[in-house]
Structure formats: structure tokens, C-alpha cells
């Protein structure tokens, strides 16, 4: 068997190395908590050409690469959520583009310096490596915020939001790679009509084309998954033949097509592994071509370190000038020190296309593996970042007018008030019960739409991070009687507790923990009572099944009593806490009549 003019068997055999070779270095960085992107390229290093040489076909495993490369953009595609930028559209436009502008300048001036001296050098080379510098890793800084719960901040939304406008532009400017070995007016217009095209193509199928498709294959999830497969594919064909030289912007226009369907997320679940093991290879790969130049690793490092600061720099100056806090602007830029697989992308496709030499790949990819690894570090330890940080933030806030973005609806101050931390979920339980209390209360919670709700149904509220002293000062902890924390942050929690007793010794203080030995540990810093959902709800339900064994008919009764407060809750949570007042007062005066003309 021939496959492009090699031995099957020899196919099989480089596979199997890039497979094994990224398994086991994936395992020991796992171990030792690195990325698991820095794995597979050490292990392209270690398997290819500079390193034990047992990958003799690059050719194939290239091929396979792109294969890869096509399945990766497929599922941004599909992931595109404009929605993102509901709440932070403005600042994460303001914050997408005044970070890639300053940014590329800066590197563009910075990189032509480093590398005017090599030979054949031309400004296309600083071109590539200052646009790599620009963008940041969407896969790696979604996995890690997902994985600490904070996607949901408000950090975290503009980071999305963020991110989302630099794949846009990635996006754009990998469709016009094709244009700038020549600055001719046909050069530069050809490739725009063809994308206007593609987009064209993409809209109209989406409009009339995958619907009866999709309504078809729906029940069948295997045949749903070839279809996606097939149409990523189709549209990657499409933009082959239009001249684009690359299959990446046809598989990303093909999820998008995909994207405003309710089985998107059917279709990322199943194409998601596929697209792993694809992408593997495609890191791998690059890994293979690092040549190990002594000259490039001080380049390498020099733009690692603008990469590391002088971009965390850029985009927390962006941030306080947009009117946010030190804090969610410290974060923000925390989580956008790194450069991204499209940064590889783009630099890969400018060596294809004969703009830039090798060299500049590699010198990219030491970016990229210095990068991540560190950045992953910085949003990983970002609360302990910024308490080291504060004395040079408190430099520089005044930078911009704070009440601009971040909001509250703090209360005269009041005694023997109750403050409530977190308001999702157990939160909102508590927060109904301290109203029916008829307590003084302040709620603390740092999911924006959750402060967005409670303001508009006019609950006394502060949008924070109790892990932020800043925020334990505005909220009156001596003045409060009792404090409650529903939120699974161990270090926050402890610091709530020591400035609460500190403050206020006789504050009682409930604290929500999933660990044992963390509560154990609260209680020894001053908690008055632990809350451990799993143990509260294993006692909850055993009281319901000593109390049921004996009344069976009270398991009906308790049944539509608990959908009835369910229902309730999602009433709430849907309409928000101002309209849910609204309709309940509507509600009880529609009753009250009907129970008038019933006496008359």
C-alpha cells in the first residue's frame, strides 16, 4: 500500500510516535501541571529531525497537521457566541483592539530591531512575529479559567470577550496572508471578494441549506457527527479553490454556519475528540521543525518577557482607562500574557506561503512554549499575584474614573446587618429566607449578571471579590451581625474570616466548604458553622427516607410542594428579581379579586 509515495506501514509506524511520544510526555506534565500544549511540542522536539530523528516522513504528519489545524478553527467556529459580548461589548472591543494595535506596533519596532541584522531580512519576517504576539491562546486561558470557576467574573467575561475579538482578527488576517508577498491593487482586493464570497456562501447555506439537513439527521446522533465532519470539510475544499491557500478559514466560516443551531453543542461534543488527536499532531509537528539555533533562544526570551509584561502592562492600562478597578483589570491582562495556537497558525502559514523562513517558526513557537507555560502560572495564582502587586496598582488607579464600569447599590449604613457572599444558587435560598427575616442585609457577589439582576429588583448589593480587602472595607464587616459565605474559594473564605473577626469578634459566621479538612481548618480560624452541602444533603435526604418509610402518601404531597417552589425559583432566575416582584404583586391582586367575588 502507497500513501503519497510512502509505505503504509511507515505512515503507521511515524504516527505511532507522535501518538506514544505525546502521551507520555502529556502524563508527565500533567504530573507537574504544565500545559499540555508544551508537551506535545517537547515531544515534536525530542522525536523529530534536531532531536532522536524517528520521524523520517514530515510530509505526511504535516498533511495530518492541517487536517488538524481545520478541525480546531471548525470548533471556534462553532463556539462563536456573540452573546459573550453582551454585558462587555464595548470594553472588549476597546480592550481587542487597542491591545493588538499597541501591541503589534510595539513588537513590530521591537522585533525588526532584534532581527534587522539576520540575513535576507525583510519587514514581512517582523510583520509575522509581531502579529504572533498580538493574539492570545483561547483554548488555554478558557480550560484554566473554566477549571477555577471563573468564567463568569466580570475578568473573566471581558477575557472572553477579549479573546473573541482576536480570533476575529486572526481570522481575517490569516484570509489575507495570500495578498501581502505583493502589495498590488488585485492582490489586495482579490482576496477580500473571494472572502466576501465565502461569507456569502456561508449565510445563504446556513439560511436554507442546513436547515432540512439538520431536522433530518438530528435524531441520529453518528450521522449528525459525519455530516458536521463532511461539512467542515466541504467549506475547507470551498476556500481551496478560491485561491486561498489554506483550509482554515473555510472550516472556520463552515462552523460558523453551524453555530446558530440548537445541536452545535451535539456536534462539539462528538467532534471534539477527533479534533484533539488532529491537534495533538499539528503541535507535535511544530515541535519537529524548532531548530536549535543558539542565536534564537535570547530573541526567544526577550519576546517572551514583552509577551509576560509589557502586554499585561498595555492591557491593564486599556482597563483602568476604561473605567474598571485595579483588580479586574490586573486579572484581565494576568490572563492574556501568552500568544496563541493561531499565533503557530499564521507564522505556519507564512512559511508555507514562502513570506518568512523557518527560523521564524521556531523562534515563535519558543515564545509560545515560554509563554504559556508562565502565563498559566500568572492565572492560576493571579489572587496571590495581585496582592503582591497592590502597592504598584495603587499607583496606578487613578488612571481612570472607577465608577464607570464596576456597580453597586450599597445602603446607609446599619447596624447588626447580614451580609450574604454569593448569590447563585444556595445563595439565592439564603437570600429569600434573611428577606422573610425582615434583617438589614448586603449582598456580595462577583458574577456581574447576578449584581446586574439584584440591582433591578432593588436588593441592597456590591459587585466584589471577598478574596480583594479592598472590597471587605466597603462592606461594614464591624457593623455586620451575622456573615454568610456560599462561595467554594478556600483562601477567600479563610481572609473573610480572619478580617471578620478581626473587625468584629462577636459576627457570626457561616462558611460553605466541600472539604473536611478545609472546614476543619476554617474552624480553627474562628467559623462559627461549616455548611457541607454533600454531608447536609446525605442527612436532608435520610431524614426524608426515615420520615416517607412511614407516609408514603406524604412522598405525593412533598413531590408538588417541590415542584411548585422549583418552578418558582426558575420563574425567578428567568425573569430577573425586578419583574418577579412585579408579577407576584399581579399575581396576589388578581387573587384577592378572584376571592372577592367568590364571598359576593
Known amino acids: 500500500m502507497e500513501v503519497g509515495g510512502i509505505e503504509g506501514s511507515m505512515l503507521l509506524l511515524d504516527i505511532g510516535f507522535v501518538i506514544l511520544s505525546a502521551t507520555v510526555l502529556a502524563i508527565l506534565a500533567r504530573a507537574l501541571k504544565q500545559p499540555l500544549i508544551v508537551a506535545y511540542v517537547l515531544a515534536g522536539i525530542i522525536i523529530g529531525p534536531y532531536g532522536m530523528r524517528l520521524i523520517t516522513e514530515r510530509e505526511v504528519i504535516n498533511v495530518l497537521a492541517e487536517f488538524g489545524i481545520a478541525l480546531l478553527l471548525f470548533m471556534v467556529g462553532l463556539e462563536l457566541d456573540f452573546r459573550r459580548l453582551k454585558d462587555v461589548g464595548k470594553v472588549s472591543l476597546t480592550c481587542g483592539l487597542g491591545q493588538i494595535s499597541v501591541t503589534f506596533i510595539t513588537g513590530f519596532m521591537l522585533t525588526k530591531y532584534l532581527l534587522i541584522d539576520m540575513v535576507g531580512y525583510t519587514d514581512l519576517w517582523a510583520f509575522y512575529v509581531a502579529f504572533a504576539l498580538t493574539i492570545s491562546s483561547t483554548m488555554i486561558v478558557v480550560k484554566l479559567l473554566a477549571d477555577m470557576n471563573e468564567l463568569d467574573t466580570l475578568h473573566g467575561k471581558i477575557v472572553l470577550g477579549t479573546l473573541l475579538v482576536q480570533d476575529i482578527i486572526s481570522i481575517i488576517v490569516l484570509a489575507s496572508l495570500s495578498s501581502l508577498d505583493g502589495f498590488s491593487i488585485v492582490k489586495i482586493i482579490q482576496p477580500m471578494l473571494h472572502g466576501i464570497a465565502l461569507v456569502a456562501i456561508a449565510v445563504l447555506s446556513a439560511r436554507y441549506v442546513v436547515p432540512p439537513i439538520l431536522r433530518y439527521v438530528a435524531n441520529s446522533t453518528e450521522i449528525l457527527f459525519l455530516f458536521a465532519l463532511s461539512w467542515c470539510l466541504i467549506f475547507s475544499f470551498i476556500s481551496l479553490e478560491m485561491g486561498f491557500k489554506t483550509v482554515t478559514i473555510g472550516a472556520f466560516l463552515g462552523g460558523v454556519s453551524l453555530a446558530i443551531f440548537p445541536y452545535n453543542l451535539e ?321 396576589g391582586g388578581l387573587n384577592n379579586r378572584s376571592d372577592l367575588n367568590k364571598k359576593e
Not at 506561503?353 to 512554549?369: D, F, K, N, Q, R
Request: hydrophobic share 45%; aromatic share 8%.
Open 267 to 587: 456536534v462539539i461534543g462528538r467532534v471534539r475528540s477527533l479534533r484533539d488527536f488532529f491537534a495533538t499532531i499539528f503541535f507535535v509537528s511544530l515541535g519537529m521543525q524548532i531548530a536549535f539555533d543558539p542565536t534564537l533562544l535570547p530573541l526567544g526570551l526577550i519576546l517572551s518577557v514583552f509577551v509576560l509584561f509589557g502586554n499585561v502592562i498595555i492591557v491593564m492600562l486599556i482597563n483602568l482607562l476604561s473605567g474598571f478597578r485595579k483588580r479586574t483589570s490586573f486579572l484581565t491582562a494576568l490572563s492574556l500574557a501568552q500568544i496563541s495556537e493561531f499565533s503557530l497558525i499564521i507564522v505556519k502559514n507564512g512559511a508555507l506561503l514562502g513570506h518568512i523562513p523557518e527560523t521564524m517558526l521556531s523562534l515563535v513557537t519558543i515564545v509560545a512554549v515560554v509563554t504559556i507555560t508562565v502565563s498559566s502560572y500568572f492565572i492560576v495564582h493571579g489572587a496571590g499575584l495581585y496582592k503582591r502587586a497592590m502597592p504598584f496598582l495603587n499607583l496606578i488607579e487613578g488612571l481612570g474614573n472607577r465608577k464607570i464600569r464596576e456597580f453597586d447599590r450599597i445602603p446607609t449604613r446599619s447596624k447588626k446587618h447580614i451580609i450574604l457572599c454569593g448569590c447563585h444558587r444556595m445563595g439565592r435560598i439564603i437570600l429569600d429566607t434573611i428577606k422573610k427575616i425582615g434583617k438589614n442585609y448586603l449582598v456580595v457577589d462577583i458574577n456581574p449578571e447576578v449584581i446586574k439582576k439584584l440591582m433591578n429588583g432593588g436588593v441592597p448589593c456590591i459587585y466584589g471579590d471577598i478574596g480583594d480587602k479592598e472590597i471587605l472595607e466597603r462592606i461594614d464587616l464591624k457593623d455586620a451581625e451575622i456573615v454568610i459565605s456560599t462561595i467554594p474559594s478556600h483562601e477567600d473564605n479563610l481572609l473573610l474570616i480572619r478580617e471578620t473577626k478581626k473587625l468584629n469578634p462577636n459576627a457570626i459566621v457561616f462558611i460553605s466548604e466541600r472539604n473536611i479538612s478545609n472546614a476543619l481548618e476554617l474552624y480553627e480560624e474562628g467559623a462559627n458553622y461549616i455548611i457541607i452541602p454533600d454531608i447536609v444533603g446525605g442527612e436532608r435526604i435520610s431524614e426524608y427516607v426515615k420520615q416517607y418509610m412511614t407516609d408514603t402518601n406524604g412522598v405525593d404531597t412533598a413531590r408538588e410542594d417541590h415542584i411548585r417552589k422549583l418552578k418558582e425559583i426558575e420563574k425567578k432566575r428567568r425573569l430577573g428579581e425586578h419583574e418577579y416582584s412585579i408579577l407576584r404583586e399581579l399575581e
